[in-house]
């Protein structure tokens, strides 16, 4: 059974980080990307930055610069340290894994950017 396992997120003023981490616990048939999405309330959810197993990355254009993913190939951890947050950075984070056959969820995380 997979489960990923996300912490990190809490509310911080603008210009603050925090330090997101997700950890994928289970059965894969092999691993592709790892990465994380966001959803603010009434919008649509989007891709914030995503990781390849040989550490190839790709960021949403508003976050380059001040967000930077990382991972654990052994651990099966991503990581997403965010920097220079700003109040639009609020949303509710989720972890994501491209496994061969599927993808796979974590539970979300909010992330509350204000003063």
């Known amino acids: 059974q997979v489960q990923l396992v996300e912490s990190g997120g809490g509310l911080v003023q603008p210009g603050g980080s925090l330090r997101l981490s997700c950890a994928a616990s289970g059965t894969f048939y092999s691993i592709n990307a790892m990465g994380w999405y966001r959803q603010a309330p009434g919008k649509q959810r989007e891709l914030v930055a995503t990781i390849t197993s040989r550490g190839s990355t790709n960021y949403l254009d508003s976050v380059k610069g001040r967000f930077t993913s990382s991972r654990d190939n052994a651990k099966n951890t991503v990581y997403l340290q965010m920097n220079s947050l700003k109040p639009e950075d609020t949303a509710v984070y989720y972890c994501?894994?491209?496994?061969?056959?599927?993808?796979?969820w974590g539970q979300g995380t909010q992330v509350t950017v204000s003063s």
């Open positions: 994501n894994v491209e496994d061969v056959n599927r993808s796979y």
